[in-house]
């Protein structure tokens, strides 16, 4: 799993599991503390995750929430949004898809 960007908007790329689930939330936490506004997570990149990458998502957005931000999923590809569909968190996550440039 490869994370980058700033405060506002992170990048992930490759597959968010048990394994990658230390370095986001690190980055996930450091961005959500030291910016301000949405942060956006491109999950253009990313291939799959599994329940530890779900529950990952859920604790940013929680965090999120406590820092007066809102976290805004975006780039979600069909079998990621599929897992959030099964487990009713489209309902509760803000999924936006990427503009055309």
Request: net charge positive.
């Amino acid at each position: 799993m490869r994370v980058w960007g700033h405060p506002r908007e992170l990048h992930l790329e490759g597959v968010l599991d048990v394994r990658a689930a230390a370095d986001v939330r690190l980055a996930l936490h450091d961005a959500l503390d030291n910016g301000d506004g949405d942060l956006i997570l491109d999950l253009t990149r990313m291939s799959a995750l599994d329940t530890t990458g779900l529950g990952l998502i859920v604790g940013a957005h929680r965090r999120a929430g406590r820092c007066e931000r809102r976290l805004v999923l975006t780039g979600v590809n069909p079998d990621v949004y599929r897992v959030l569909v099964l487990t009713r968190l489209h309902r509760i996550l803000t999924l936006r898809q990427p503009t055309a440039a």
